[in-house]
């Protein structure tokens, strides 16, 4: 199985500071259609988790544009421009390519300092 | 609005067995394979099961390979997942989610707690 391994575990950040989470594969996710599936979610406290970005870079409808997604290969990157209150939560990423399994990284909790 | 509502959750001894209902709404169900994602107490997410729109493939974690079978009744626009030989591991949030490995919309999870 394809192991995601998210870094680091725990974000705390000041609000309306930028916010950086990485995430790393342990092979390359390119499929072979020319697609890259790897996706975020959001989970908020007591919450289900939510789509974020799906295909490295894509947001999904409704999430703020100061989050973003980049990366290639077996590196990839979430981005929050400027972190807000409500973005406190646990976030995930999760590849793909190679299933089944799809396969999630641990998990990145976002605090606020 | 896409709607996603599971139930059946409970507990269950041991080796005892329970089936979980999703029930969509809001979209086409029947175009878009499904999946289950258990997450248990204090801990991250895992994928479960998938199954194509048309209930033919389905696909399974290791960790529930021959003990649970995932299925669906497209004119009810209803998932299921079957858990049979239960085991304490398997306490967990089980979560529907649209798409086999997209998982673009999430229902709200039900609880399932193995225990004696």
């Known amino acids: 199985d394809v192991v995601m391994t998210q870094s680091p575990l725990s974000l705390p950040v000041t609000l309306g500071q930028p916010a950086s989470i990485s995430c790393r594969s342990s092979?390359?996710?390119?499929?072979?259609?020319?697609?890259?599936?790897l996706t975020w979610f959001q989970q908020r406290p007591g919450q289900s988790p939510r789509r974020l970005i799906y295909?490295?870079?894509n947001r999904d409808s409704g999430v703020p544009d100061r989050f973003s997604g980049s990366g290639s290969g077996t590196d990839f990157t979430l981005k929050i421009s400027r972190v807000e209150a409500e973005d406190i939560g646990v976030y995930y990423c999760?590849?793909?390519?190679?299933?089944?399994?799809?396969?999630f990284g641990q998990g990145t909790k976002l605090e606020i300092k | 609005e896409v709607q996603l509502l599971e139930s059946g959750g409970g507990l269950e001894q041991p080796g005892g067995s329970l089936r979980l209902s999703c029930a969509a709404s809001?979209?086409?169900?029947?175009?878009?394979?499904m999946s289950w994602v258990r997450q248990a107490p204090g801990k991250g997410l895992e994928w479960v099961s998938g199954?194509?729109?048309?209930?033919?493939?389905?696909y399974y974690a290791d960790s529930v390979k021959g003990r649970f079978t995932i299925s669906r009744d497209n004119s009810k626009n209803t998932l299921y997942l079957q858990m049979n030989s239960l085991r304490a591991e398997d306490t967990a949030v089980y979560y529907c989610?649209?798409?086999?490995?997209?998982?673009?919309?999430w229902g709200q999870g039900t609880l399932v707690t193995v225990s004696s």
């Open positions: 989610a649209r798409g086999v490995v997209t998982a673009d919309c």
């Open positions: 809001g979209f086409t169900f029947s175009k878009y394979g």
């Open positions: 199954i194509g729109g048309g209930g033919d493939n389905t």
């Open positions: 092979q390359s996710l390119v499929y072979s259609d020319g697609n890259t599936y």
């Open positions: 295909k490295v870079s």
């Open positions: 999760m590849q793909g390519t190679h299933w089944p399994p799809a396969t």
